[in-house]
C-alpha cells in the first residue's frame, strides 16, 4: 500500500499570513495515463470533509482561490496564500494512483494562534 | 442540488450486523462509482470500500474484506454497506463519498459505533 506522510501534523497559523502543509508518498503518484492523482481535503470541525484540489493542483468549483495545489511524483504542497479564520480545520492528502487502497495522509490540523 | 443522504447506523454488540445506506439526489447516481470511508473517534479517514458505477466492481480495504459487502440498486440511487461480523475497531463515523474529477460528494456521515 502506498503510505501518505504529511507534515507538519499541527500547524499554527496567524490571519492573513501564508501557511504550507507538505505531503508525501511512499511511491511515485503518477499513472499509466500520465495523470497524477493527488486530493486535498478540508475537514471543518463537526463537518464532513470537502475536496479542495483534484490532480495536485485542479481546484474544485466553490474554493477560494487562497487555496493552490502543487507537486510531482512523490512531494506534493497545498498552500494557503492568506489564511483566514474560517480555514481551521484538518487538512489531508489522499491519493488515488495505486489502487486499492485509497489512502490518507494522518491530516495537518490547522489552528489560528 | 446534489446531495448524499445517509441512514441505518447505530449501536451494536460485536459479532452482529448493521447496513448502512446512502441515497443519492440531484445528479445521475448510475454515472459514478462511490465508496466507503471512515473515520474513527479522534483519528482519520480511512477508505473502505468502493464499487463501480454499474456494480462491475468492487474492491475492499484488507481490514474489512470477507466481512463487509458493497452493493448498489441504481434503480432507487442508493448505496449499501452491509456489516458483518463487526469488531470494536469498526468504531467509527462512516461516509459515502463520490471521488470523481471535478465532482466531489460527501454524504453527513453516520455513526457505527461496536460495543458490548
Given at each position: 500500500d502506498v503510505v501518505m506522510t504529511q507534515s507538519p501534523l499541527s500547524l499554527p497559523v496567524t490571519v492573513g499570513q501564508p501557511a504550507s502543509i507538505s505531503c508525501r508518498s511512499s511511491q511515485s503518484l503518477v499513472y499509466s495515463d500520465g495523470n497524477t492523482y493527488l486530493n486535498w481535503y478540508q475537514q471543518r470541525p463537526g463537518q464532513s470533509p470537502r475536496r479542495l484540489i483534484y490532480k495536485v493542483s485542479n481546484r474544485d468549483s466553490g474554493v477560494p482561490d487562497r487555496f493552490s495545489g502543487s507537486g510531482s511524483g512523490t512531494d506534493f504542497t497545498l498552500k494557503i496564500s492568506r489564511v483566514e479564520a474560517e480555514d481551521v480545520g484538518v487538512y489531508y492528502c489522499m491519493q488515488g494512483t495505486h489502487w486499492p487502497p485509497w489512502t490518507f495522509g494522518q491530516g495537518t490540523k490547522v489552528e489560528i494562534k | 442540488?446534489?446531495?448524499?443522504?445517509?441512514?441505518?447506523?447505530?449501536?451494536?454488540?460485536?459479532?452482529?450486523s448493521l447496513r448502512l445506506s446512502c441515497a443519492a439526489s440531484g445528479f445521475t447516481f448510475s454515472s459514478f462509482g462511490i465508496h466507503w470511508v471512515r473515520q474513527a473517534p479522534g483519528k482519520g479517514l480511512q477508505w473502505v470500500a468502493v464499487i463501480w458505477?454499474?456494480?462491475?466492481?468492487?474492491?475492499?480495504?484488507?481490514?474489512?474484506?470477507?466481512?463487509?459487502?458493497?452493493?448498489?440498486?441504481?434503480?432507487?440511487?442508493?448505496?449499501?454497506?452491509?456489516?458483518?461480523?463487526?469488531?470494536?475497531?469498526?468504531?467509527?463515523?462512516?461516509?459515502c463519498v463520490?471521488?470523481?474529477?471535478?465532482?466531489?460528494?460527501?454524504?453527513?456521515?453516520?455513526?457505527?459505533?461496536?460495543s458490548s
Open positions: - | 442540488q446534489a446531495q448524499l443522504v445517509q441512514s441505518g447506523g447505530g449501536v451494536v454488540q460485536p459479532g452482529r458505477y454499474d456494480g462491475s466492481n468492487k474492491f475492499y480495504a484488507d481490514s474489512v474484506k470477507g466481512r463487509f459487502t458493497i452493493s448498489r440498486d441504481n434503480s432507487k440511487n442508493t448505496l449499501y454497506l452491509q456489516m458483518n461480523n463487526l469488531r470494536a475497531e469498526d468504531t467509527a463515523l462512516y461516509y463520490i471521488i470523481h474529477d471535478g465532482f466531489d460528494l460527501w454524504g453527513q456521515g453516520t455513526v457505527v459505533a461496536v
